[in-house]
């Protein structure tokens, strides 16, 4: 099912950040918001998933979906191991054999045992995006996923993000044209259509 923007506003004080914003993101697939830093694409994926209200206007097509995310912060618990944070929300199926599988696919075969303290900023982003694809989801929101990630890096993540859809819906937030240019997918650029 599409995930449809029915003309959202959402102002914080005087700032109005989004303004009459109307987009459809097809179901099934891939969609970017591309922007400059401060548009609203933030401000989007959190009226998405609910965890801000709207001025007004209406999104249809995400409430009582399953959501999985990656925020621009990590959100991991620093103390526990990495396989721990996995697991802690992950779907019922999952099991420690494919947390290892998952970390390995993303270039981490050697952390699940290390607490996410000792890990590098690039690893911790790694473990976030771990986090999300091993929930139980129908719609996944990616905030920046690639944030601190270089080279032949981005290139494995994103394609390990892409594999692990299969046939669900994912709004993927970026001001990045190239990582645009690597998903090739429908992209709703709100610097040019905010009010």
Not at 23 to 31: A, E, L, R
Not at 65 to 70: G, Q, T
Request: glycine share 10%; charged share 25%.
């Amino acid at each position: 099912m599409d995930v449809i923007l029915r003309e959202v506003c959402k102002s914080f004080g005087a700032r109005r950040v989004l303004d009459r914003l109307s987009w459809s993101f097809p179901g099934g697939q891939i969609s970017c918001v591309q922007g400059p830093s401060g548009c609203g694409k933030t401000t989007l994926l959190r009226l998405i998933a609910g965890l801000e209200s709207l001025d007004s206007g209406e999104i249809l097509g995400s409430r009582d979906k399953k959501i999985s995310a990656v925020f621009q912060e990590n959100r991991l618990l620093e103390n526990l191991t990495v396989e721990k944070n996995l697991l802690l929300t992950a779907r019922p199926s999952f099991t420690r054999t494919d947390a290892r599988a998952l970390l390995d696919g993303l270039g981490l075969s050697d952390t699940a045992q290390r607490r996410v303290h000792e890990l590098s900023g690039g690893m911790r982003r790694r473990v976030a995006v771990a986090r999300a694809l091993a929930a139980d989801y129908e719609l996944l929101l990616l905030d920046e996923p690639l944030t601190g990630l270089d080279g032949e890096l981005r290139l494995r993540v994103l394609r390990r993000i892409q594999a692990d859809l299969n046939g669900r819906t994912a709004i993927w937030i970026t001001h990045d044209a190239d990582t645009t240019n690597l998903l090739g997918t429908p992209v709703l650029r709100i610097d040019l259509l905010r009010g």
